[in-house]
């Protein structure tokens, strides 16, 4: 079970199952939506994400025609989860928002061209300029 909340406690989730996938993404929309260099985050399956509170919702269309929406707490503005239409069965959880965040083992760096020099992050993980292959 993964659960997680806003910092002000106004917003809860939980999740289960096998992480569907684990990486940390340094693509522009992250950044600003963050204001770091990268997001860790967690795909989990949609079907077992539940939420306990409101949230606030932000949508935005990519280049390439799909939508992504972040989830975010209207009290505290904590950013907690989101869900893309490339992924349309799982739930993007932000790491940091988890209760308890060992939980995250990334496999891979995504968007590695919008890359700070100063966001340097593990050098042993496959690493993709933008999606990983097939992902698009």
């Given at each position: 079970?993964?659960?997680?909340?806003?910092?002000?406690?106004?917003?809860?989730?939980?999740?289960?199952?096998?992480?569907?996938?684990?990486?940390?993404?340094?693509?522009?929309?992250?950044?600003?939506?963050?204001?770091?260099?990268?997001?860790?985050?967690?795909?989990?399956?949609?079907?077992?994400?539940?939420?306990?509170?409101?949230t606030k919702a932000y949508a935005i269309r990519h280049p390439s025609g799909r939508t992504s929406v972040r989830h975010f707490c209207p009290t505290c503005g904590s950013l907690l989860f989101g869900t893309a239409e490339i992924t349309p069965d799982a739930v993007s959880i932000y790491v940091g928002t988890t209760d308890d965040p060992s939980v995250f083992r990334p496999e891979a760096v995504m968007f590695k061209r919008d890359r700070h020099d100063w966001d340097v992050t593990a050098n042993a993980l496959p690493e993709f300029e933008t999606m990983p292959p097939g992902a698009d």
């Open positions: 079970m993964i659960t997680g909340g806003c910092l002000c406690g106004a917003v809860r989730y939980q999740g289960s199952g096998t992480a569907l996938y684990a990486v940390l993404c340094h693509c522009r929309d992250c950044q600003r939506a963050s204001g770091t260099g990268h997001v860790p985050v967690m795909g989990i399956p949609k079907s077992s994400f539940t939420v306990r509170g409101e």
